[in-house]
């Protein structure tokens, strides 16, 4: 994949780039808002922006991309890719974006490495964004043309909202319009858009929480320093339209018959509920483990749609971790070392990142293959940076 005379200059300077990747980003993010601040209206996000969860998210892919390259030569890290396509492709990256951000990209990386970098290295830098621009276009235009319609956004109006434990929502969404709808995969999410009160648009991805298919329902906890949430709370009303992807996201269901073991913390419930649901649906006899954890049981956002569904599945368990527990849960943080896992199980989490970081050691731990464990982040993917 990298060329046989830039394969010895990244191998070579990759410890320099990948050392000073975090200190490029921000200077990339900088030039590229001067020169084109409409990006922030609709496309990235402003909060990410502030905390550096998206710089931090970059630096990570690009070094876990051209780490790959070196150390696997003949191959890409499909698994990363796919991750970051359905990401961008629910926020309607295009193509030309890409050439906008490699002329900033590497801007900034020439400002930082002033000192150092060569023709040379430039020119094996520019090999590797390429290599990765390439491949993640194809994949975005793979996944564009596999939906019902060709629009980015559709408008979906507000038919419900229903309190979902304490500080959580649930939205139920009905098609605004007649444009045909693309049937979600149990666990994919879709992008949301909403005007903030100074008027810029924003942008979060939820995930479907409730039924697939061409029904729209996802459920969002209240951040009270969050800039989207509070007007989806507070200011979006029944009756509203708003403005939805189509779904993304990779992390679904894998067809087969062996045990599925759903691992989720807080609002983390939302992807593994929905993929729970179709289980229930379909009257699956597949061995289904529900392992979730909450503060309290009144802050559990899907309670009752999760339990009913247990309760529909011959073959389904469910185990509960309370910080403040009750009868019948464990005490505590989520554990897997007095939980009988299935063997041969997939694993699917999602959660605070340090709560999946914990469980998919364990899981490792316990004997689950790494390939067989699959995971959901909300927000910028800061798992390859940390």
């Known amino acids: 994949m990298l060329s046989d005379k830039s ?22 993010y900088a030039r590229l808002f001067a020169a084109h601040p409409e990006l922030l209206d609709g496309l990235f996000s402003r909060s ?8 931090q998210a ?11 390259l070196v150390n696997n030569p003949d191959t890409l890290p499909e698994t990363v890719l796919s991750r970051i396509a359905h990401r961008h492709a629910s926020l309607g990256i295009t193509e030309p974006q890409y050439q906008v951000v490699y002329e900033h ?25 390429w290599l990765m621009a390439d491949a993640l276009i194809k994949l975005e235009k793979g996944l564009y043309a596999a939906q019902a319609n060709a629009k980015m956004w559709t408008p979906w109006k507000v038919a419900a909202k229903t309190p979902a434990g ?33 008027g810029l648009r924003q942008v979060r991805q939820y995930s479907l929480s409730g039924d697939a298919g061409t ?3 996802f459920t969002t906890k209240l951040d009270d320093g969050g800039e989207v949430s509070p007007v989806l709370h507070n200011s979006v009303a029944v009756g509203d339209v708003i403005e939805i992807s189509n779904p993304y996201g990779e992390i679904t269901l894998k067809e087969g018959d062996g045990p599925v073991v759903l691992a989720s ?10 993929i729970l649901r179709s289980l229930a649906e379909s009257g699956s006899d597949r061995q289904v483990l529900v392992l979730h954890a909450e503060s309290n049981l009144d802050s559990w956002a899907l309670r009752s749609q999760m339990t009913d569904d247990v309760e529909r599945l011959d073959g389904a368990d469910l185990q509960l971790w309370l910080e403040q527990p009750e009868a019948g849960s464990n005490a505590g943080f989520m554990t897997l070392r007095e939980v009988d896992l299935p063997a041969n199980a997939s694993l699917y989490l999602c959660g605070p990142l ?10 490792i731990s316990a004997g689950i293959p790494a390939t067989k464990i699959h995971y959901e982040v909300f927000g910028p993917d800061i798992w390859l940076a940390s």
């Open 7 to 28: 394969f010895p200059v990244i191998e070579a300077t990759l410890p320099l780039v990948g050392s000073r990747i975090g200190e490029i980003t921000p200077k990339f």
């Open 48 to 55: 990410n922006q502030r905390s550096g969860n998206q710089q």
């Open 58 to 68: 970059l630096a990570g892919s690009i070094a876990a991309f051209a780490s790959h």
């Open 105 to 129: 990209l590497f801007a900034a990386i020439a400002e930082d490495l002033a000192e150092v970098i060569t023709p040379e290295i430039a020119e094996a830098w520019t090999e590797v964004y």
């Open 166 to 198: 304490t500080g959580s929502m649930t939205f139920t969404l009905e098609p605004a319009d007649d444009t045909p709808i693309t049937a979600a995969l149990p666990g994919q999410y879709v992008s949301v858009k909403v005007t903030l009160p100074d």
């Open 215 to 217: 029904s729209r329902s």
């Open 265 to 274: 913390a807080g609002i983390g419930c939302t992807p593994t509920a929905s």
């Open 354 to 363: 340090p709560f999946m970081k914990n469980i998919r050691n364990e899981a």
